[in-house]
Every structure is written in C-alpha cells, then in structure tokens.
C-alpha cells in the first residue's frame, strides 16, 4: 500500500504569512497528487491537481509543487477565508485514491 | 454547472445496511471519462476513498471496503448509489459523493453525515 503524511498536522499563523504544507508519499506517485481545503459543512474544494496545477476559479495566493515522494502546497499570503483543514490525495494504479490525513490551519 | 448531493438516512442500526444516493444536476454522468465516486470522513480522521464507479459501469472498491461495498448507476435517473452492507460503529461518518476526472475529485457534494447506531 502507499502511504500519504501531511506535515504539520496543524499550523497556527497570521493574515498575510506565507504558508508551507508538505505530503510525503511512501512510494513514487510521479505527479498524481491534488491539494482539498475542507471546511465543516461545506463540500470539499479542489484547489490544486497534478502536483502544481491551479483549478479553475483557486485564488493564485495557492500553489502546489513536487514530485515522486514529496510535494508542498503553499499559501502565499495567507487570509481569513484560508481557515481550513487541507488534505492532500494521490492516484496510483495499485492504490486508486488515497488522502493524507490533513492539516489543519488556524488564523 | 454539475451539482451532486447526497441523499439517505442519518442514522442507521449496526449490522443493518446503509444505501445512499448521489443525484447529479446541472449535467450528465454518461460519458466514460468520469468516475462517479464516494469518500468518506470519519469523526477525527482525514478523508477515505470508497469507490468509483464508470459510465460503463466498471467499478473500483478500496480493498479494505469492498466485501460489504456496492456501487450501481442509473442512467436514466442521473443518480449513483452506494450500498454498505453490515454496519458497525466505525462506519459513522460523513459521506461524500464526487466526480472525478484525471485521477482528481473536482466536484463535491456536501456530504451527508450518517451515524450507526442502535
């Protein structure tokens, strides 16, 4: 089985810091990785998909980057609206879909 | 724009089976590039994939789910169904329905929140 971790498991900052989280595959997962921000009671928001690419319609203050094993989702500035927990998921042929197991960022 | 959500019971007995539905608006789930797919999130615990299911109607179970798992299509309804069968506490949870495209969920219903117990 592949594994994801999400590092950190949470995270305290301020309006306008920039803001780094990482995931960590256990195997080479090339760059089938996207990025959620969940938000209780709201449907789960597609942020960023193959590693570094925006979805339509995601503030450009969101970034993804990596590849193989280890990839970095960042927040450039980061606003109030950006209260969240923040998971990633990967793709592979053996495992389909797997999440990491999130972090949760406070402002 | 497609829409989903999810509909069924919030509280189901343990050992009983629990069947939701996903009913897609604003679109069509023919078409063989989507997997029409639940997640769950369990209380305290990051998201889990259950399944995906093609228009072709091939499906896709996790490993750990799929002796109790089941996932149809209608077609005609714009609807996809999930059946899990013998229901345990470790099954309460909040379920999702979504498309995926390109290995990606991009659109989410809000989830329906589903607890077991007697």
């Known amino acids: 089985d592949i594994h994801l971790t999400q590092s950190p498991s949470s995270l305290s900052a301020s309006v306008g810091d920039r803001v780094t989280i990482t995931c960590r595959a256990s195997q080479n997962i090339s760059i089938w990785l996207a990025w959620y921000q969940l938000k209780p009671g709201k449907a789960p928001n597609l942020l960023i998909y193959k590693a570094s690419t925006l979805h339509r319609g995601v503030p450009s203050r969101f970034s993804g980057s990596g590849s193989d094993t280890e990839f970095t989702l960042t927040i450039s500035s980061l606003q109030p609206d950006d209260s969240a927990t923040y998971s990633c998921q990967l793709y592979s042929s053996f495992a389909l879909f797997t999440f990491g197991p999130g972090t949760k960022v406070d402002i | 724009q497609v829409q989903l959500q999810e509909s069924g019971p919030g509280l189901v007995k343990p050992s009983q089976a629990l069947s939701l539905t996903c009913t897609v608006s604003?679109?069509?789930?023919?078409?063989?590039?989507?997997?029409w797919s639940w997640i769950r999130q369990r209380p305290g615990k990051g998201l889990e994939w259950i399944g995906s299911?093609?228009?072709?109607?091939?499906?896709y179970y996790s490993p750990s789910l799929r002796s109790r798992l089941t996932i149809s299509m209608d077609t005609w309804k714009t609807q996809f169904s999930v059946t899990l069968n013998s229901l345990t506490a470790a099954d309460t949870a909040v379920y999702y329905c979504?498309?995926?495209?390109?290995?990606?969920?991009?659109?989410w219903g809000q989830g329906t929140t589903v607890t077991v117990s007697s």
């Open positions: 979504a498309r995926a495209v390109n290995h990606t969920f991009d659109i």
């Open positions: 299911i093609y228009y072709s109607g091939t499906t």
């Open positions: 604003g679109g069509s789930i023919i078409g063989g590039i989507y997997a």
